[in-house]
């Protein structure tokens, strides 16, 4: 049974794991850089390096005491080689190829993005290809079709902020600290969703992308105006981020049908308003609906590991060379069109 050590450090966790091929998570570790970025209000790039470089190797040796195996049992080493702030990914991806050539073991360089990608399949034996996944993270807010291991087909991106940094912006706004995708959750489920008009960019219109800049930008002119309180506009922004998703959700499975299953992964897919909201559209268009648990939708090494084991499972492939690049960009679709917008995410 094939054993996969995976390392993540593409933003501010720093997490190793280790998983086997039959599913099981033998042994995992996760530290938060949350306090050492509060004071900033988002992830300091340096702060976040430094802090990976102190963490990761004793992290490493922790799992491996802790699953009581030594790296010479690991069939490969997967570690994110992107996309993500470039200083973290090269300390996990140096660390990888490092350890990858001392033990003569194969390493694998995960895009962080097929981590998530996959994470709904570590927990969920029964998903299978293909599926139709909401991504929806801290950098990314995209629509894929999953055919299988690499064969991702993005059908709608954002044309500029990703819905994690939505939230994060709206905790900023109320005040609520970082991360506050958590925070603003807590905080609508005293407000009102219907207190406040929001607007919900692009809902209802002909073209299958998202977009949240105006509504950040309104949210932050219903703080100005002191007519809300900070529960209303924190419900009231989760119901229209909600709305604007399940509507271009609808437009994906009326335009790409064929799915069986509706599937989310990533750090948005731990809020309960969201995921109860996909379960009912799943449920319209009798669809499965497959969320991973929520210690698996934030950054964690178990995705990456899982994505190794995938990635090994595949015919044919036996690592990736020593020589491969950490990358800050890195596309899960690279033949999808590049959208217009305030910033263009891939
Ligand atoms: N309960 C929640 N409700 C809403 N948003 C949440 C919740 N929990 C986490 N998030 C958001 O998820 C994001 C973090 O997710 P994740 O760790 O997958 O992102 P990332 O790794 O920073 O970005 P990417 O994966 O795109 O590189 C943050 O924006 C955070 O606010
Ligand atoms: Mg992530």
Known sequence: MALVLGI???????????????????????????????????????IAARAHAERLAPMIAAVLEEA??????CDAIAATAGPGLIGGVMVGLVSAKALAMASDTPLIAINH?????????????????????????????????????GQ????????????????????KILGLGFPGGPAVEKLALEGDPQAVPLPRPLVGSGEPHFSFAGLKSAVLRAKDSGKYGDADI???????AIDCVTDRLRMAVRDHGGCPALVVAGGVAANASVRGALTDLAASYDMRFVAPPVPLCTDNAAMIAWAGCERLGQKGFAGDPLDIPARPRWPLDPDAEPVRGAGVKA
Not at 68 to 73: F, G, N, P, R
């Open 152 to 171: 991702y087909r993005r059908l709608a991106t954002t044309i500029d902020d990703a819905l994690g940094e939505a939230f994060d912006k709206t905790a």
């Open 8 to 46: 993540e450090s593409s933003c501010d966790e720093t997490a190793a794991a280790l998983v086997t091929h039959d599913r099981r998570i033998v042994a995992q570790k996760i530290a938060s850089q949350d306090e050492a970025h509060a004071p900033y209000g988002g992830v300091v790039p340096e």
């Open 113 to 149: 993005l097929e981590g998530h990608a996959l994470s709904p399949r570590l927990a969920d034996p029964e998903l299978e290809f293909p599926y139709l996944l909401l991504l929806v993270s801290g950098g990314h807010c995209q629509i894929l079709r999953v055919e299988g291991v």
């Open 68 to 73: 009581d195996v030594s790296l010479a049992d």
């Open 234 to 240: 924190a419900a009231s922004f989760q119901r229209a």
